[in-house]
């Protein structure tokens, strides 16, 4: 079974508008942590956002916010007033906690490539 | 520039020949992490470090692959008689641990391989 599931493989919206890029998981583990990243088509992974499963808020950062919803094992990445630069792929990544003897790398998603309209 | 980098960016090369990425972590950083990415697929984990110390190793890693971390600062990935199969990008990665699950993984931009 896939961990990390990204059912849009591309979505689209108009500049200035807000749009949410879904991600679920799959754990047995309580302690894990869940990444967004961004994939320009020059190939850098730029690091989004964070959210730890003990964390009790949404993350946010500027205009990344999570929608983390850990009961569906969702952690859905929702941007705000979108710009064109915010094209590119989209990657939701998980580090399962130690029990699960993973503790150190990522899994990812396949991705979504998001595009921007102007 | 403090980020994570990597040479070359791209390598070309033909099938039976070895190749050697270098990657290079942001300073002070003591995991550093390599990760493989094929065209339509995130990455995948390949093998890290814990300063110079190699911890594990995907089953991806054939033995045709090595990696080194000499000193517990940059890292090679050589790969070893190619193969078409081997085209990817692969990317580095290096995280300092703050604390159980606190730790944040920063990427290069990658080295992509061409095997003709």
């Known amino acids: 079974a896939q961990k990390i599931t990204q059912t849009q493989p591309g979505m689209f919206v108009q500049e200035k508008e807000a749009v949410t890029l879904d991600c679920t998981y799959d754990?047995?583990?309580?302690?894990?942590?869940l990444f967004w990243y961004k994939q320009p088509s020059s190939g850098e992974m730029i690091f989004l956002i964070y959210?730890?499963?003990?964390?009790?808020q949404n993350a946010t950062e500027g205009r990344y916010s999570l929608n983390f919803q850990k009961a569906r094992k969702s952690a859905n990445l929702v941007i705000s007033a979108s710009q064109l630069g915010d094209s590119a792929m989209y990657f939701c990544a998980m580090r399962e906690g130690p029990s699960g003897g993973s503790n150190y790398k990522l899994t990812f998603g396949k991705g979504t490539l998001l595009t921007v309209n102007p | 520039d403090t980020g994570v980098s990597q040479d070359p960016r791209h390598k070309i090369t033909k099938r039976g020949q070895n190749v050697t990425f270098r990657c290079d972590p942001i300073?002070?950083?003591?995991?550093l992490y390599w990760y493989r990415q094929t065209l339509g697929q995130g990455p995948e984990f390949l093998t890290y470090f814990q300063n110079e110390a190699q911890l594990e190793k995907s089953r991806l890693l054939s033995d045709r692959f090595s990696a080194e971390r000499p000193k517990g600062s940059f890292s090679t990935l050589e790969i070893q008689r190619t193969e078409q199969g081997d085209s990817a990008m692969y990317l580095c990665?290096?995280?300092?641990?703050?604390?159980?699950?606190?730790?944040?993984?920063?990427f290069g931009p990658g080295t992509r391989l061409l095997v003709l």
């Open positions: 754990t047995s583990d309580q302690s894990y942590g």
């Open positions: 959210q730890g499963s003990y964390d009790e």
């Open positions: 990665a290096s995280s300092l641990i703050i604390g159980p699950l606190q730790e944040t993984q920063y």
């Open positions: 300073s002070e950083h003591n995991r």
